[in-house]
């Protein structure tokens, strides 16, 4: 990456380059650290989001009880990064994951994994037992994603399957709310949202301390509801990930504002072939396919309005010169804001982090690709 570019304006990085403001980032992470305090909730960061040891850091040193990843090689990222408590939320099956498991066990203070079949439950425990090591897990639930989890009804039945296998302490339970969270409209929605999900989660946590668990930790929460928690909704921790960086997806949510988003694509404007469109030198290998259920396109000008990126091909963004208002020249570098930071990012070695409109730093995205 290039270090030679610190000190220097953000407008003479080469493009396609992925920009991160500082002041937003850190904004973003200490505001939601400070909501969620008021709310008496643990914060435990989604890393999917920035995959990036300083960004990390960043959240831990603001009060961040530890960090979540979906992904043995994310954890792994941060285990050499030296963050010392960590939650694989993702379910974990495979010789070689057991393998790998137990050696980030030994060498991560506080490892917690996500269970949700006894399959799994059965893999860990005999990759554990045979090193006379144990591990906490949560209980991972389905609170009506429909993606993976135990359903609620279940959740006790699946408690007492997990009790059998020695090496497991169940500490707590976990979900995401996706369809809920994501579905939401309105401030009110999303209020409705985080108090639903806790009323869900929290329920199936009584149930299992009533029927003897020691259920510590309650962890649920994404962007959309991230700071709308309430004292006493039900949830011990949030695990929201988007929320450091922002994207057009959560801007078209209402989740937060464009002055909230701190990731952009810098990128060139390399033809203005037609009066219909200009096109700039980001395509889907820079700016990602992925939209969000709101998102009209795949980015947006920031500062131009108008500036949407309606189509991409590989190598090519298309802006519809006819919506924009105002220009943009050939050679005429632009920010865009895509619509999804998390599959974006994990499209670049490293962030250019600046201030103003110097470049501070630069960060390798050390997980990056970092999928198995
Ligand atoms: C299990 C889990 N927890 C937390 C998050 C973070 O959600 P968000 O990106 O909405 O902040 C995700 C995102 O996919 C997730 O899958």
């Not at 668990?213 to 990930?241: K, M, N, Q, W």
């Not at 988007?242 to 994207?247: A, F, I, S, V």
């Not at 072939?273 to 700016?287: F, Q, V």
């Not at 947006?300 to 090519?316: F, L, Y």
Request: proline share 3%.
């Amino acid at each position: 990456m290039a270090q030679a570019m610190i000190g220097r304006p953000i407008q003479d990085i080469d493009t396609p380059a992925l920009l991160v403001d500082y002041t937003i980032l850190e904004r973003n992470i200490q505001r939601l650290q400070k909501l969620s305090e008021d709310a008496r909730l643990a914060v435990r960061p989604h890393m999917k989001a920035h995959k990036t040891p300083q960004v990390a850091h960043i959240q831990l040193r603001a009060g961040a009880i530890g960090l979540t990843c979906a992904k043995i090689a994310e954890a792994e990222a941060m285990a050499d990064a030296g963050v010392d408590e960590l939650l694989i939320a993702n379910s974990i099956v495979g010789e070689t994951k057991m393998r790998r498991l137990v050696a980030l066990a030994k060498r991560v203070p506080r490892l917690l994994v996500a269970v949700e079949s006894l399959v799994s439950a059965a893999q860990i425990d005999a990759a554990f037992c045979a090193r006379g090591m144990t591990i906490d897990t949560v209980i991972e639930l389905d609170i009506g994603s429909h993606r993976a989890g135990v359903l609620p009804e279940s959740a006790v039945e699946f408690a007492r399957g997990l009790a059998e296998y020695g090496a497991l302490n169940t500490v707590g339970v976990m979900g995401y709310a996706g369809g809920l969270m994501y579905g939401a409209r309105t401030e009110e929605e999303r209020l409705e949202a985080a108090a639903e999900e806790g009323r869900r989660l929290g329920a199936v946590a009584a149930e299992l301390r009533a029927a003897g668990f020691r259920i510590d930790i309650i962890s649920g929460g994404g962007t959309p509801t991230a700071g709308r928690y309430r004292e006493g909704c039900g949830l011990t921790e949030v695990r929201c990930g988007t929320y450091c960086l922002n994207d057009h997806n959560q801007v078209d949510l209402g989740a937060c504002t464009v002055e909230d988003v701190a990731a952009t694509v810098l990128s060139t404007v390399v033809a203005v072939p037609a009066d219909d469109r200009i096109i700039i030198d980001a395509g889907t290998k820079s700016l990602d396919q992925a939209v969000g259920p709101l998102t009209e396109g795949y980015g947006w000008v920031k500062g131009h309005e108008g500036g949407n990126v309606h189509k991409i091909n590989d190598e090519h963004g298309y802006i519809d010169r006819k919506r924009l208002v105002g220009d943009l020249q050939i050679g005429q570098k632009v920010e865009i804001i895509p619509p999804r930071i998390c599959t974006c990012l994990n499209l670049y070695d490293g962030m250019y982090v600046f201030e103003g409109d110097r470049v501070v730093d630069v960060w390798r995205i050390t997980a990056r690709g970092a999928n198995q």
